[in-house]
């Protein structure tokens, strides 16, 4: 089955699979279709030698919940080219820091999605953190929607931060100090 | 004061824009009301029990005129002509419509101010001295410390979905006017053995539920590294901060729980990364904010004005005022006015939106287009020649802010309360009300001396009862409106948090309470002892046995 999501600022088609782990089920029984995946930190580390190849290519990922310490994944980011970071709720601020340790401290240039609780709102800031594919809830945007949501993106244009998107602060990019045209 | 630059104010423009269209979405059915609600906090709506509030950020308590013309404005176009000054410098509307804040947001947008993240989960307006650059004590002007960090917390894309909010206070005096230590961060600028200029990093304080003072966890932070530093507290925060709990979800829950040596560890190695990278402050960017905050142009004028000191010995209700809300100015032939915002008969920081447009063509005429909100919801003229004091005490007292009650007991600290906030648990409001209208009394009130009494309506705490003199908190007993009194509490450089007297009071009680405790001071103080300094060198007790005394005796005669 396919769905739409938002990958550098475009609307497509996408057919990873998520794979997630029922409580109390041990990842290293837990089943990995074949195909596009994304799989639970806990299936990634548990089975870490059997899964490498299919990462490597790029078709399976890991993904990590909003509690989990992305540092564990320090060692396997030159093998993977693709990392979920699930929102349980639009209002847990943890994926951002994920985000920005992936993007900033480890340097991770592969796709970094955001998936669950994702809403237009929150695409600037998300974006800015280093998220390039926008995973909303399936059924949250139907397709006018969702094109409509990618002009979120682009809430801010000249952010004060440094940050994944903006590699230098306001203060060091731009030549700042020009009177705003408001002021009498 | 600072000025926005085309950068500053694209990047609020588009923060406009970017909730109209919220808004407009939300109106439309196309956002949820949880899906909207952090947004609206975040832009300064909570939705009321009476009608939306309405929170506008004052960054470091700083206003121009025109700023102040457009408060005024607003308060007739969309409210109930005034507007309500808090503890945390923020300007509050209690009746604008839901539908108008995207316009009125546009309005502020266009004299360079906001409602930005005034609520919400994430890092808020960020205080300072209110007589930053005038005071004596001064160690260096705070403002361009507190304007680089507020852009760098503008927007920030990590840090809007906190456990909880997250307040920031800058101390740059050798008097804490901030109360630092109730911070997530205090910010203590100290200079080095080396003369350098850097910054004593307190954390984990809070009031609240569960009160805490912060802890030093840097003794010293050179000033390039400001930035790195903050972001290091909050990405340690962000991550570990409680989720599951809202009322253990404050920075200070996770410092407790960890120890501020394992926090100071956590924050030093999550430093150690972005230490030095590109948040790093250069000298150009410090200097270039810095330049906004020059001083004014003053006149060069004698120590003391001739004219001033007659008119002193000449009107006995001037030289009163002069004695309570005139403060001494670094610059000769200088002073700053605290303008009282807590007349009897008006609730504490509440303002008109004529008092507004007078105190803006004070600000003209007098201090040099400026003004300064206080912590205690006063507002302060800091720049006036003593030459025009008179002028100035003379029209302030005809628009009723001239009441000479600065420090005094009626200077009430209190939140809006039950008649206007959802969280309420009592009315804070009619309290301060009938303290000030039993104390009325100017030279009773002198008798007492210098006291601090500050109400909140719960534990939110937002009128800060914690540190007050005298600190009355609303509590609800079977839906009833009680209040708890704890004494010994106080801001400043010992701040300390009170201590509760007993069980609580019902309404009509309570003015009584505050009268015995007074009555104690006054049998029981040495000569020259301040209420505060009485209760450290005798403790609670005496205070309790007389206030409780009466009212067993009350209760007895009741049931018998
Ligand atoms: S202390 Fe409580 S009642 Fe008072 S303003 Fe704050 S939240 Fe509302």
Redesign the pocket.
């Known amino acids: 089955m396919s769905e739409r999501i938002i990958r550098n600022g475009r609307v497509v088609e996408d057919t990873r699979q998520l794979v997630t782990l029922a409580p109390g089920a041990d990842p290293a029984e837990t089943a990995v279709p074949a195909g596009a995946v994304l799989v639970p930190l806990g299936v990634w580390r548990a089975r870490r030698d059997e899964l490498l190849e299919r990462a490597r290519s790029g078709e399976l990922g890991v993904w990590i919940d909003a509690g989990e310490d992305v540092s564990l994944l320090a060692d396997d980011l030159a093998a993977l080219r693709v990392i979920g970071v699930h929102f349980p709720r639009f209002t847990d601020g943890r994926g951002y820091s994920t985000a920005a340790l992936l993007r900033g401290r480890l340097g991770y240039s592969g796709e970094l999605r955001a998936f669950g609780e994702v809403l237009r709102d929150q695409f600037n800031y998300l974006t800015r953190c280093g998220f390039d594919v926008l995973q909303p809830r399936s059924g949250r945007y139907d397709a006018p929607a969702l094109e409509a949501a990618c002009a979120s993106i682009a809430d801010f244009t000249e952010p004060y931060q440094h940050s994944a998107s903006h590699p230098q602060p306001l203060f060091r990019r731009a030549r700042r100090g020009t009177p705003s045209p408001s002021h009498p | 004061m600072y000025q926005y630059d085309s950068y500053d104010q694209q990047t609020l423009n588009e923060r406009v824009a970017q909730f109209r269209n919220q808004t407009q979405r939300y109106l439309a059915g196309e956002l949820s009301d949880d899906e909207f609600r952090p947004l609206r906090l975040q832009n300064g709506l909570y939705l009321q029990r009476q009608a939306p509030m309405f929170r506008i950020s004052v960054p470091y308590g700083h206003l121009a005129s025109r700023q102040l013309r457009k408060l005024a404005h607003l308060a007739r176009a969309y409210d109930r002509g005034y507007a309500h000054f808090t503890t945390r410098t923020n300007v509050q509307f209690n009746w604008p419509r839901l539908e108008d804040v995207p316009e009125m947001l546009a309005e502020l947008a266009s004299v360079e101010m906001h409602a930005n993240q005034t609520s919400g989960n994430c890092i808020r307006n960020i205080t300072a001295d209110p007589f930053a650059g005038v005071a004596a004590d001064e160690i260096t002007d705070p403002r361009p410390w507190a304007e680089i960090l507020r852009q760098w917390a503008a927007y920030h894309p990590e840090f809007a979905f906190l456990p909880r909010k997250f307040k920031i206070a800058f101390n740059s005096a050798r008097e804490d006017r901030v109360v630092l230590r109730v911070y997530d961060i205090g910010l203590d600028l100290v200079r080095n053995a080396d003369g350098e200029l850097g910054f004593r990093v307190l954390a984990g304080g809070g009031l609240g539920r569960t009160p805490i003072l912060g802890e030093e966890i840097a003794p010293f932070v050179a000033w390039p590294h400001l930035i790195t530093y903050c972001e290091a507290i909050l990405r340690v925060y962000n991550r570990y901060g409680r989720r599951d709990n809202l009322w253990k979800a404050r920075i200070k829950i996770l410092v407790r729980a960890l120890g501020a040596a394992e926090f100071r560890r956590q924050v030093e190695e999550e430093w150690r990364h972005t230490k030095d990278g590109p948040d790093t402050l250069t000298v150009e960017e410090v200097e270039r904010v810095a330049a906004h905050f020059a001083p004014p142009p003053y006149e060069t004028l004698p120590a003391r004005d001739p004219g001033f000191e007659s008119l002193l010995d000449a009107d006995k209700a001037f030289a009163g005022w002069v004695r309570r809300n005139v403060r001494e100015h670094r610059r000769p032939g200088y002073a700053s006015v605290v303008l009282s915002l807590k007349k009897t008969g008006s609730a504490p920081g509440d303002i008109r939106a004529e008092q507004l447009d007078r105190i803006a063509d004070w600000a003209d005429r007098f201090s040099f287009g400026e003004a300064r909100m206080t912590h205690e919801q006063n507002l302060a003229l800091a720049d006036v020649r003593q030459a025009d004091l008179h002028a100035l005490w003379l029209e302030a007292r005809e628009a009723g802010l001239a009441t000479p009650n600065i420090g005094l007991l009626t200077d009430i600290i209190c ?4 008649d206007f ?1 959802n ?3 009592a009315r ?1 409001i009619p309290v301060a009300d009938a303290i000030q209208q039993r104390f009325d009394d100017l030279d009773y009130l002198h008798d007492i001396g210098e006291i601090e009494l500050n109400i ?8 800060h009862h914690h540190v007050g003199h005298i600190g009355i908190l ?1 509590v609800d007993k079977n839906d009833e409106e009680w209040y708890q009194v704890s004494i010994g509490g106080c801001q400043g450089n010992d701040t300390t948090l009170g201590k509760v007297i007993g069980p609580s009071f019902a309404r009509d009680e309570i003015v009584g309470a505050v009268e015995r405790l007074l009555d104690t001071y006054v049998a029981l103080r040495h000569e020259d002892e301040r209420f505060i300094d009485t209760v450290r060198r005798i403790g609670i007790e005496p205070f309790r046995e007389r206030v409780y005394e009466n009212r067993v005796h009350k209760r007895k005669t009741v049931h018998v």
Do not use: V
């Not at chain 2, 939140?415 to 039950?418: D, H, L, Q």
């Open positions: 939140c809006p309360g039950g906030c969280l309420a648990n804070s909140s309506g719960c534990m939110n705490s937002c009128g609303g």
